[in-house]
């Protein structure tokens, strides 16, 4: 079931009153969960940044966020905040690219006062250079002989799609590899470090050595996304992948 209250933003620019949501429970059917730590479960977006509709100027969710009150009713009458994706059309073909700029421009003019605020930008950005390639990448194991030659004509079909995904993925690499930097010394200096993650930034770093030398220090549950984490160093391959 998901429930969420409305909560009225203010911004910190231009002090327009704006509603947004909280969303305080969320029933998760089916969740793919991803190596780099992004989950896709279908949940209503309730991203951390948000943009003002009328200065247009993006602000943190938290910071601007007034003390709730059950009796206010006017959240109903004021017009909603923005987000990225009001920025373009969700299907257009910029749209991922625009998200990589959005971020690396948000890191770039310090717009996070904090660690915490750095990792989540660093995050998304990682996320959002992944996500130049997450869906195109790998296979699906076929469960018929029909389902084999479906999947091999699509494959035909999509083979330039990927190939060009590649190209924007790689011309990416050099952000990509400073922002993981960036956010392994983060992740570190927070401390309580999940050896399983860390161990998969440095795979997508490049640095398998590293990444491997971090995965026998693990002690816990030898599940399977240890066990795909393992195989894939031993590969050594550095994409994300899908854990579930
Ligand atoms: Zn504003």
């Known amino acids: 079931m998901t429930t969420f209250h409305s909560v009225v933003l203010k911004c910190p620019q231009c002090g327009t009153l704006m509603s947004d949501f909280q969303l305080m429970s969320y029933t998760v059917h089916h969740a793919t969960s991803w190596s780099d730590g992004k989950s896709d479960t279908g949940m209503p977006d309730n991203s951390e940044i948000k943009i003002c509709a009328v200065c247009h100027l993006p602000f943190w969710k938290a910071d601007a966020t007034l003390p709730y009150d059950p009796d206010w009713d006017v959240a109903d009458e004021l017009g909603g905040a923005l987000d990225i994706r009001d920025q373009l059309e969700p299907f257009d073909d910029g749209w991922k690219e625009f998200k990589i700029q959005f ?7 310090c717009f996070a006062d904090d660690d915490d605020k750095e990792m989540y930008l660093r995050t998304q950005l990682w996320w959002a250079i992944n996500d130049l390639i997450r869906y195109y990448i790998g296979f699906r194991k076929p469960k018929s002989f029909q389902q084999l030659i479906y999947l ?21 690499q050099a952000l990509f590899k400073e922002n993981l930097d960036r956010l392994i010394f983060l992740f570190i200096k927070k401390g309580d470090v999940d050896l399983l993650y860390l161990a998969s930034m440095y795979r997508e770093k490049g640095n398998f050595s590293k990444a491997k030398e ?25 994409k994300v992948f899908r854990f579930s």
């Not at 971020?103 to 003019?109: K, T, V």
């Not at 091999?152 to 990416?172: P, T, V």
């Not at 996304?225 to 393992?230: A, D, I, N, Q, S």
Request: charged fraction near 40%.
């Open 214 to 238: 971090i995965l026998q220090q693990y002690e816990g549950n030898k599940n399977e996304v240890y066990r795909k984490l393992r195989l894939k160093l031993w590969m050594k391959r550095r």
């Open 152 to 172: 091999f004509k699509q494959y035909k079909k999509r083979r330039q799609e990927l190939k060009d995904r590649l190209q924007l993925y790689n011309s990416h």
């Open 103 to 109: 971020f690396a421009g948000l890191i770039d003019e």
